[in-house]
């Protein structure tokens, strides 16, 4: 099951108190308390593995080590160690606390969520000519704590949208080395599934229905994934009686999650297309086109109609290298 939202708690370390020390060597008299060190602080780094949120299914709070008191012989207190989590890039970090939002949009970014306290000075930082034998020092700073909303959008170039038994699945299959389950029957797709044409990172979104803005059905919880796609493919089953209606539909929910989803450029293609008569098909492309967007009739088991879609996809990734 993929996590793609979930809430933690973070606490950073504390900083370690100054030490307060005297040098017990004859002509060497003199304070000698070291710093304590800094508390350890909590990064998230980006990394590919859609997967990485599920660390925090049953951990959800996470505590980074406290650093060492300040030593004697002027030896500072060693620093906490930071703690650094792997999520998947796409998430943005939700910092309910503050209200501060992060995002981690490339592998290897690393963010920092909560800084370690700094450590205390010793006494040896206090010494004067009036004061030559200080006791004074500095307790180490708390380190910060937050409550973390991580929310999974997953940043593609193209998402693939529509109805249920669409073809989705099947087409990402075909165009990529995805291995996405595939079975007719609704809701086939439980989770968004990647697949990389080349340089292009295509996004099997999960079935949509009528009223998934709203909570129903599986897409209120995957719209948000529609959000990062750069082009969608908006499939229609070459099955539906009326196919200008479920697209209609599908858009509807879009356009009720955000209004910037139906600014993107869109294609419409009439899936499973080796299922219609040639009157029946060119009868349904002719409804689809009334969308005023480009439509095409595919078919997995039609390599000619597979063709026109890799033609798409070759010109979208010129377009990205330029």
């Known amino acids: 099951m993929l996590i793609d939202d979930v809430t933690i708690k973070v606490n950073a370390g504390k ?34 593995d859609l997967g990485a949120l599920k660390q925090f299914r049953y951990k959800k709070e996470i505590v980074a080590d406290d650093g060492e008191d300040g030593k004697k012989q002027l030896n500072d207190g060693a620093a906490g160690h930071d703690i650094i989590l792997q999520v998947p890039v ?30 205390g000075h010793g006494n040896y930082h206090f010494r004067s000519g009036r004061n030559t034998s200080p006791r004074q020092f500095q307790p180490g700073l708390p380190g910060e704590a937050f409550a973390l ?35 007719n029957y609704p809701f086939t797709t439980l989770e968004p599934n990647l ?49 200008l209606k479920d697209y209609y539909a ?36 002719i409804d689809l086109k009334k969308a005023g967007k480009p439509v095409k009739a595919i078919s997995i088991y039609d390599s000619a109609s597979l063709e026109e879609v890799k033609k798409i996809l070759n010109k979208l990734m010129e377009e990205k290298k330029r």
Do not use: W
Request: aromatic share 8%.
């Open 250 to 285: 599908v858009i509807k929910e879009l356009m009720t999650y955000s209004d910037e989803l139906i600014k993107k450029p869109e294609y419409i293609f009439l899936a499973k297309s080796d299922l219609l008569d040639e009157k029946a098909l060119k009868e349904k492309l």
């Open 149 to 183: 909303r991580l929310e999974l959008k997953l940043i593609a170039d193209v998402g693939f949208i529509g109805f249920p038994n669409a073809g989705k699945s099947s087409l990402l299959n075909e165009l990529t080395a995805a291995k996405s389950k595939v079975a």
């Open 90 to 119: 796409g998430t943005v970090v939700h910092n309910l606390d503050t209200g501060k939002d992060q995002e981690v949009t490339k592998i290897g970014e690393k963010v920092l969520v909560a800084e370690g306290g700094f450590g």
């Open 195 to 243: 697949g990389v044409y080349y340089d292009l990172i295509l996004a099997d979104i999960p079935g949509l229905i009528e009223g998934a803005s709203t909570g129903k059905g599986l897409g209120i919880k995957f719209l948000r994934h529609v959000e990062r796609t750069k082009i969608l493919f908006h499939l229609i089953s070459a099955e539906s009686e009326d196919p």
């Open 15 to 48: 900083g370690g108190k100054g030490g307060v020390y005297f040098n017990k060597n004859l002509m060497s008299l003199g304070p000698t308390g070291g710093r304590g060190g800094n508390g350890g602080s909590i990064y998230m780094i980006g990394v590919s």
